[in-house]
């Protein structure tokens, strides 16, 4: 079942508040927003079903974390590395890992809140590597790694850059996979809206959230 299609909006429409700020993220108008390409992937659709969809080189795996997240495991089926993007838990984590016969060995954290690193510890085992944004190595357990804006990141045979996506903390970052279009926001983008601000200031965060709509149309966006 694909589960990674939300929204794609072929013709004008009206927006207010937040939803007009997230999606002008994505496509930049003046009072009408197009999205025609664009695809948009939410953690509250798809109620407790988990998901997988193949990328282009790699497969994508979504499941329930805790009462209100989800959480995402990348697995390179050539070189066998699997990444996970933020723990929100570590229980639902090492069952899909369990099930799919996949062995963990990346973890990617986007920011510091307990919901996306809480399951960092329990998960490190020998041959993980953690790795966060540098403003924040002494509130992400674990970490191996600090990384920037600008920097690049790597599992397997697929490689990421490293968004600046500070507002919703102030060293908020996300993965870009630009060779599979694919985006990996953290909590700076919500649906229809971005997350709370609150460590970041609106400069930084409106910055961050230009950075996002600059990306190609066809980006594939999860959150």
């Known amino acids: 079942m694909t589960s990674r299609l939300l929204v794609s909006l072929s013709s004008p429409v009206r927006f207010s508040g937040c939803a007009l700020a997230f999606l002008t993220v994505l496509s930049p108008a003046n009072n009408h927003i197009w999205a025609s390409k664009q695809q948009f992937v939410s953690r509250n659709t798809f109620g407790n079903r988990m998901s997988s969809t193949v990328a282009p080189t790699f497969t994508v795996a979504q499941f329930p974390c805790r009462s209100d997240n989800y959480g995402f495991l990348l697995h390179d089926p050539e070189t066998g590395d699997t990444c996970a993007i933020d723990t929100p838990c570590a229980k639902n984590y090492k069952r899909v890992l369990d099930e799919r016969g996949w062995k963990l060995t990346h ?30 190595t002494r509130e992400i357990a674990g970490m191996d790694k600090a990384v920037g804006g600008g920097d690049d990141v790597q599992f397997g045979n697929f490689k990421a850059k490293v968004l600046d996506a500070g507002g919703h903390t102030h060293g908020h970052i996300a993965f870009y996979f630009p060779e599979q279009s694919t985006l990996f926001s953290g909590d700076c983008l919500f649906s229809l809206g971005c997350g709370k601000m609150f460590e970041g200031n609106p400069s930084q965060f409106w910055s961050s959230l230009e950075r996002m709509r600059n990306l190609p149309d066809e980006t594939i966006v999860y959150w």
């Open 107 to 136: 973890i990617f954290n986007t920011h510091h809140h307990l919901d996306h690193q809480g399951g960092n510890l329990e998960l490190k085992t020998e041959g993980v590597t953690i790795i966060g944004p540098k403003s924040e």
